[in-house]
T-cell receptor, first 114, second 114 residues
Framework: KAGVTQTPRYLIKTRGQQVTLSCSPI?????VSWYQQTPGQGLQFLFE???????NKGNFPGRFSGRQFSNSRSEMNVSTLELGDSALYLC?????????????FGQGTRLTVV | AQKVTQAQTEISVVEKEDVTLDCVYE???????LFWYKQPPSGELVFLIR??????QNEISGRYSWNFQKSTSSFNFTITASQVVDSAVYFC???????????FGKGTLLTVNP
């Protein structure tokens, strides 16, 4: 069974640009979550989607958005990039995202904003 | 408010030593689940174990064991006979209620020296 796939693995963008990251969950998983990891703030929750609906959102500005498609694949978008957006963005999938279900993570997309 | 504390920032051991990683989760929730993840230098978060808040029985799986003390909200994770490949950052991440997110601790960097 294939794991969680995130593309691209590495990305370099310029301040002010926008970026779209993609996540393909494990087959059959309907919940997809996104996390940002930085040395200063650690791992922080961005948002969670289930059946194309956002069920929860973390404390991030509106420049961060996401969506989920009918095949459970998810994308997150960051507009008007800032230097502080440089981070490892991790996607996780789980069958339904409930509190007792483990989440399986992809290898992440490392975004560098210059 | 919920608070996850991994007091140990870094631990260094010599191969074959046992090592225990500490995690304290303060919450008003009476039922929750706690997950341990390992993050090797490659960046991917690898799921290790899941524990619930209503079962204080210690468990062992291979070289891993863990115990939960409800009175102190303390989840401890032990690696027996550590190996160099165990070198990674270890995160505990509770999830409770219906907010669908994992709340990560700051992580503990474990270095196992040959």
């Amino acid at each position: 069974k294939a794991g969680v796939t995130q593309t691209p693995r590495y990305l370099i963008k310029t301040r002010g640009q926008q970026v779209t990251l993609s996540c393909s969950p494990i087959s059959g998983h309907r919940s997809v979550s996104w996390y940002q990891q930085t040395p200063g703030q650690g791992l922080q929750f961005l948002f969670e989607y289930f059946s194309e609906t956002q069920r929860n959102k973390g404390n991030f500005p509106g420049r961060f958005s996401g969506r989920q498609f009918s095949n459970s694949r998810s994308e997150m978008n960051v507009s008007t990039l800032e230097l502080g957006d440089s981070a490892l963005y991790l996607c996780a999938s789980s069958p339904w995202g409930g509190e007792n279900t483990e989440a399986f993570f992809g290898q992440g997309t490392r975004l560098t904003v210059v | 408010a919920q608070k996850v504390t991994q007091a140990q920032t870094e631990i260094s051991v010599v191969e074959k030593e046992d090592v225990t990683l500490d995690c304290v989760y303060e919450t008003r929730d009476t039922t929750y689940y706690l997950f341990w993840y390992k993050q090797p230098p490659s960046g991917e978060l690898v799921f290790l174990i899941r524990r619930n808040s209503f079962d204080e029985q210690n468990e062992i799986s291979g070289r891993y064991s863990w115990n939960f003390q409800k009175s102190t909200s303390s989840f401890n994770f032990t690696i027996t006979a550590s190996q160099v490949v165990d070198s990674a950052v270890y995160f505990c991440a509770p999830r409770g209620g219906s907010n669908y997110k994992l709340t990560f601790g700051k992580g503990t960097l474990l270095t196992v020296n040959p």
